[in-house]
């Protein structure tokens, strides 16, 4: 609980910008969902110009392999000049983990890609890209608590529709989160979001939410 206390820590004491399903955040480790297995997620973003809440269903028919859907509401105010808005988040992602530290690597490793869509009057942004995700699990001996440091990266291509402006642009997010396993149902996220050439977003966001495995 010391980790996950200094990660919540560290986000309430950083300003915080709006969320980018791997499009809007990571979430996880790279470990993905077990074939026929099911991860519900529900997650608030907050920042300086929005808060909302986003939920994820996570499904897995394949071994190493598992796609998500997401959707939510978020509340922005873009600022002077223009109203504040209520977005609607939808997006949906794929991930593909090519690696386990049983295979002599010290850390699980996963790579995918995403598409998200965030709407409203007078407002469209479409995202989508590749990502990566490399995590560790520390602890869980004879079913104890675990803790999953992660961190993932993507490749993001955005086409917005803002205000009577049309642009486009390439980011490079790096999100930086801790998942404590609390039970076998029960996992608490924290996330650090860090906006690496986003000329839309501010430079920092924080995400914190639970998954809940069925």
Do not use: C
């Not at 990571?26 to 907050?46: I, M, R």
């Not at 609607?88 to 049983?102: E, H």
């Amino acid at each position: 609980m010391r980790i996950l206390a200094a990660v919540l820590l560290v986000a309430a004491l950083v300003p915080a910008g709006p969320a980018r399903a791997q499009v809007f955040g990571q979430y996880s480790g790279a470990t993905v969902v077990p074939p026929n297995g099911h991860v519900f997620g529900a997650y608030l973003n907050v920042s300086e110009h929005a808060v909302g809440g986003l939920a994820q269903l996570r499904l897995s028919f394949y071994p190493n392999l598992d796609f998500g859907f997401h959707g939510g509401l978020s509340r922005l105010d873009p600022g002077p000049g223009a109203g504040t808005r209520t977005i609607v988040r939808l997006g949906s992602d794929l991930r593909w983990q090519i690696n386990a530290p049983a295979t002599g690597f010290p850390a699980d490793l996963a790579v995918g890609a995403s598409l998200g869509i965030e709407t409203a009057d007078r407002y469209k942004v479409i995202t989508l890209g590749p990502s990566a995700v490399v995590s560790r699990t520390l602890g869980g001996a004879d079913g104890g608590v675990s803790y999953i440091p992660y961190g993932g990266l993507a490749l993001l291509f955005a086409s917005r529709d803002a205000f009577g402006i049309e642009d486009s642009d390439i980011s490079l997010p790096l999100r930086l989160g801790l998942e404590a396993r609390l039970a076998p149902e029960f996992r608490l996220i924290a996330e650090l979001q860090l906006y690496v050439a986003d000329r839309y977003n501010d430079d920092i966001g924080f995400v914190t939410g639970v998954n809940l495995p069925f």
